[in-house]
């Protein structure tokens, strides 16, 4: 059974995108099958691994137009071995207006995913609470939200939060205390202390809930877009490439838990 | 005006948010029973009940309870009688699974008050 995760936050420019394809890619270097799902119109995970819009007939606003279209119809392979991508292309901007009026339009990709063989599903949201993150958000086992330091993004997280106890049908107490979610601080700067100082303050009560390793800003992360490759590929030595890293492990750690799995340290040198 | 005291009460939607509070609410009630098992651990005022060992599948409530009535007895007793010998406390006090419940603190501190202020006419 896949263990689906929603990368979230309807604030853009958060690192969504990023997170999604660097965690993927550490993941199928790891040696576990993995897809990403683009649920963004703008489709930056599909270009920003590579596949290129014209290379494919279908993509996920087929999966949102079509009933009963499976989630495997339209996945395509990547340059990665093990790691996949469901592809979305602007026509899912007008796929999800149209869902608006269909019956459980929320269930749409829970749905789709049934069936579908991998051992990681990691969905990349689009910038927005609409009926595409409703649906990631109830397909899913687990979110990360990305979250600049910045007081707009604490904003949008507690907006974020409040969707997330609505959609999961959680109570305060349960969205806490069961493992739905952590907090990614991401282009974190140490220069700037004083607002560092601020923000992780006013997110101090969610230390618990949030990954103890922060991405740090990193310019090789905005060139591997450039070059449509994971930042393993681009720059296995830069900082960005050692923070995916971290994150991977802590990540499967905490799958591991969930799961009640042995632990199993991720062997470095399959990503670097 | 310095950059970092324009930031004071500044409050964002997340500090707002229902679960944030709760959140500092525990994270309070979390250090208060820590400074208490502190003082529990390293104080030297005497004991004037029996403390038995709670077992590891007591009760959690019971037990917070019970360590928080002996701390204010212990309180009283050295307040009431400064000049009476100190036997130590046990070296190992049994650490409840939660703190004890914030209203029963308030009870216990208000009842000590209350046997203080009895002492103190009784004794004119």
């Known amino acids: ?272 | 005006m310095a950059k970092k005291k324009q930031f004071a009460g500044k409050k964002t939607k997340l500090a707002e948010l229902p679960l944030t509070r709760v959140l500092e609410q525990k994270a309070g009630d979390e250090a208060a029973w820590e400074e208490l098992q502190t003082s529990a651990a390293t104080g030297s005022r005497q004991l004037f009940l029996s403390l038995e060992r709670t077992g590891e599948e007591a009760a959690g409530t019971l037990a917070a309870a019970y360590l928080q009535v002996l701390q204010e007895l212990t309180g009283l007793q050295a307040d009431l009688e400064p000049d009476a010998a100190s036997s130590p406390l046990p070296a190992l006090l049994p650490r409840p699974a939660i703190p004890p419940a914030r209203n029963l603190i308030q009870a216990l501190r208000l009842a000590r008050k209350g046997l203080q202020d009895l002492h103190r006419l009784l004794s004119e």
């Open chain 1, 1 to 272: 059974m896949s263990f689906i995760v929603a990368i979230l936050n309807q604030k853009g420019g958060t690192g969504k995108t990023t997170t999604t394809i660097n965690l993927a890619a550490a993941l199928a270097f790891q040696g576990y099958r993995t897809l990403m799902v683009d649920l963004d119109p703008q489709g930056h995970t599909t270009i920003g691994i590579g596949v290129e819009p014209g290379s494919f007939r279908e993509s996920m606003a087929e999966v949102f137009t079509i009933p009963k279209k499976s989630l495997n119809e339209v996945v395509v392979p990547t340059y990665i071995p093990k790691l996949f991508v469901a592809p979305a292309t602007i026509h899912l901007a007008q796929a999800a207006e149209q869902v608006y009026s269909r019956v459980f339009r929320e269930a749409i990709l829970a749905q789709a995913l049934k069936g579908v063989d991998f051992e990681f599903v990691i969905i990349d949201c689009p910038p927005s609470l609409g009926v595409l993150t409703t649906n990631s958000l109830f397909a899913c086992d687990f979110i990360i939200i990305p979250c600049q330091i910045s007081r707009y993004s604490l904003d949008g997280l507690a907006d974020l939060l409040t969707t997330i106890e609505t959609v999961k049908s959680l109570g305060l107490e349960e969205l806490f205390q069961g493992d739905h979610f952590r907090v990614l601080l991401t282009m974190f700067d140490k220069r700037n202390r004083v607002t560092n100082e601020y923000i992780l303050e006013q997110l101090k009560p969610y230390r618990e809930k949030t990954f103890a390793t922060p991405i740090m800003k990193n310019e090789a992360l905005n060139q591997a877009q450039i070059t449509q490759k994971s930042i393993f590929d681009y720059d296995p030595k830069s900082s960005g490439a050692q923070d995916y890293y971290q994150l991977t492990a802590e990540f499967l750690e905490i799958w591991q838990k969930r799961n009640s799995l042995p632990e199993k340290r991720p062997n470095l040198q399959s990503c670097l």
